[in-house]
């Protein structure tokens, strides 16, 4: 069997070790990085392990209980019995933030099922008097319990192995362990799994994790942190930051910042980023990321695999639209950087954002309520991993150019209780008169967990309109830059090709080859070219649009958009509008997705993102009833994966990685040889439950 160990990690670039001027900026970093808070105090992080020891002893206890009751050992015995708490994410990457959750596993002997998790366990974490919120998701693609204990968000995830007991010291690095488990436990896994595999292969830990800290805290800043929405999640830039670590093993993170950034404007997508070959086991019959072999992993826009079998994509939600907003991010970060390494600029300038609500003139908006407090927060959840569907509609919108989807919640302006809110910056094509946004494949999905009162409305705005509705700070705040395409066109990386059928192409690889082995055509010219345009110029003063139209399930909903510029309010408001409104294109002719498929192409989303298929095993799960919906990211529990719409390009290969000879090769240096990796009262609890109906 083939998989994406057909891909060989690159060579290291350079193993230059860092100057006197690397040194002052690496300071300087780590005290801008302080401002910022991204630091976890002693106190905070003593709250965290007492919190983490107090749900430990709740896991022996759950254990033996459940052994007592099941007879599996003789009393004199039963303290030998326990589970473990393993982290993974942030937390075990050491990265972790003062407000940041703490993903948690919990490991059970063999005789515990996952109906005792979601039953008994989960009666006594409610119970418990630290506990204040709590909330059940068992049938998410991962299942989990979120709650919220002495203040500390947790995030936990349940495995059942195949063993008697759980031994304090167990690691869960042993591929032996995954066998004869069910899917979801294997799911479950995946995320300890791949968080201990990253910290073994970078080459230095703190280094990699200065780094991290850096690039989350720009992604965050600049709106391309969120594998819900379509960008990268915590585990995606986690290994493209490790994948830099390999590459200069040597440097420092002032430098690795600075690299991170060129290295990803040049990579010639969509060759996957990988930290290490991973072995094929063909003794477990469990699906891995392989282009060569699955059709649908050749759609992928920007793969990113995960370290630890079996291997996934962690970026399977990235789509052409997102992945314009991350390239023209990533090409605005290195030109900064570029100007810090020559004193130009400060490492603040790097962290300073656009204000994404003054670059567009067109906004849609999507707005979430209920009624009921222990509801809201699971609608809301409910709604955010089904948005990536409302982007396919909107990236595949003739007359739509640009896509800018927003993935924080905002808070509405007037406080309304219960009530969060996305917003997307559209750029509409030149001398567009009409645009049909289909909502209704949108609507269709999100309405089968919709219950009295629970409300989702889809809203176009113009910019003006926006001080009625966003809270003030988020108006003023971060740099005010209108989005300019042509500059944008000139500053992205040109579109990803279909991956190859026939597997890569090592031998057009430019990473860690000598300087006479790279091409003069090949410098920088992935940078300078352009993502796919559409057939109009884009201009976003909108000259010649007279509507956009919001199809929902049952109509079609006019909204009017003035010719004059914004600007000129007086003229806009004044303009009446029409009492038989111009022709526009019927909703029958309108594309659009099938809400019967899972995805743009019609195929479902386990299908799509290589998961892991549900299949008979020895350790026999109490429910039968599998998903279907790839909707969690490998290793992350609460974030949604997403079905990657078709590529329109054919097949190809893979292009080498055209790479500026003088920022990233070092001819000075020798690269490193491969080295293989070491290996009371009670408070009250609002509780919230979702239903399998739409499932994730």
Not at 103 to 124: H, S, Y
Not at 293 to 298: A, E, I, K, M
Request: glycine residues 4%; proline residues 7%.
């Amino acid at each position: 069997m083939i998989n994406s160990a057909s891909y060989e990690p690159e060579q290291p670039i350079s193993t230059k070790d860092p100057d006197d001027i690397d040194m002052r900026l690496n300071k300087v970093l780590e005290e801008t990085l302080h401002n910022y808070d991204v630091f976890e105090t002693e106190d905070g992080m003593q709250r965290r392990i007492e919190a983490l020891e107090e749900v430990q002893k709740m896991v022996d206890k759950w254990v033996q209980d459940v052994a007592r009751a099941k007879s599996k050992i003789t009393e004199d015995k039963i303290d030998e019995i326990c589970g473990k708490m393993f982290t993974f994410g942030s937390f075990r990457l050491g990265v972790n933030t003062k407000a940041a959750d703490i993903d948690v596993l919990v490991a059970a002997p063999v005789f515990v099922d996952r109906a005792e998790f979601f039953g008994t366990f989960a009666k006594m974490l409610q119970e418990h008097k630290a506990v204040t919120k709590f909330v059940l998701v068992p049938n998410a693609f991962v299942p989990i319990i979120k709650l919220t204990f002495s203040d500390i968000e947790l995030d936990i995830i349940f495995a059942r192995l195949g063993l008697p007991s759980i031994a304090p010291d167990l690691q869960l690095s042993d591929d032996s362990l995954l066998k004869n488990l069910d899917a979801r436990c294997v799911r479950s896994l995946n995320g300890s799994r791949v968080t201990d595999s990253i910290l073994e292969l970078v080459p230095n830990k703190e280094t990699f994790r200065l780094t991290l800290r850096t690039i989350k805290l720009w992604a965050k800043k600049h709106y391309v942190y969120g594998n819900a929405i379509g960008y990268l999640g915590g585990v995606s830039w986690a290994i493209a930051v490790a994948k830099v670590c390999q590459l200069y093993p040597r440097s420092i993170a002032s430098t690795l910042v600075s690299k991170f950034f060129i290295v990803l404007q040049n990579w010639p997508w969509p060759r996957p980023i990988i930290l290490k070959k991973v072995p094929t086991r063909t003794d477990m019959n469990f699906t891995v990321w392989d282009p060569t072999v699955n059709y649908l992993d050749r759609q992928h826009v920007m793969p990113i695999v995960t370290p630890a079998f079996p291997p996934q994509n962690s970026t399977v939600n990235v789509t052409k639209a997102t992945f314009r907003v991350i390239m023209e991010s990533i090409h605005r970060a290195s030109e900064i950087v570029k100007k810090i390494h020559s004193d130009e600029l400060k490492w603040e300038d790097l962290f300073m954002p656009i204000n994404f609500f003054s670059r567009y003139k067109h906004y849609l908006m999507v707005r979430v309520s209920a009624s009921k407090d222990d509801e809201f927060e699971a609608w809301s959840g409910w709604v955010e991993s089904k948005l990536r569907f409302l982007i396919q509609s909107l990236e595949t919108t003739p007359g739509i150019g640009y896509v800018h989807f927003n993935p924080e919640k905002v808070k509405p302006r007037d406080g309304a209780p219960m009530t969060t809110m996305w917003f997307a910056g559209l750029v509409i094509a030149a001398n567009t008169k009409n645009i049909n946004i289909d909502t209704k494949n949108f609507k269709t999905r999100v309405s089968s967990e919709q219950k009295e009162n629970m409300v989702v409305d889809i809203e176009h705005l113009k910019r003006k309109k926006l001080k009625d509705l966003v809270p003030e700070d988020l108006l003023k705040g971060g740099t005010k830059e209108p989005y300019d395409e042509k500059k944008t066109r000139n500053s992205t990386a040109a579109a990803p090709k279909e991956a190859p059928a026939n597997g890569p192409e090592p031998a057009d690889n430019n990473i860690g080859k000598s300087p006479s082995r790279i091409s003069e055509s090949s410098r920088l010219s992935s940078a300078a070219s352009s993502l796919e345009q559409p057939s109009a110029e884009l201009d976003d003063s909108n000259s010649g649009i007279d509507r956009i139209n919001l199809i929902t399930e049952n109509s079609m909903s006019e909204l009017i958009l003035p010719t004059q510029d914004e600007d000129d309010d007086e003229k806009n408001d004044s303009r009446k509008r029409p009492s038989s409104p111009p022709d526009v294109e019927p909703p029958s002719k309108v594309r659009k997705p099938d809400p019967e498929q899972e995805g743009s192409n019609g195929v479902s989303q386990e299908a799509s993102s290589g998961s892991l298929p549900e299949q008979p095993c020895q350790v026999k799960e109490e429910s039968k009833d599998e998903l279907t919906e790839s909707d969690k990211q490998p290793g992350s529990p609460k974030t949604p994966v997403k079905q990657i719409s078709e590529c329109e390009t054919p097949a190809s290969q893979v292009s080498g990685m055209e790479v500026p000879i003088d920022e990233l090769y070092d001819p000075t240096s020798t690269p490193m040889p491969k080295s293989e990796p070491t290996s009371g009262g009670k408070r009250s609890i609002s509780v919230s439950l979702i239903k399998p109906r739409d499932r994730v």
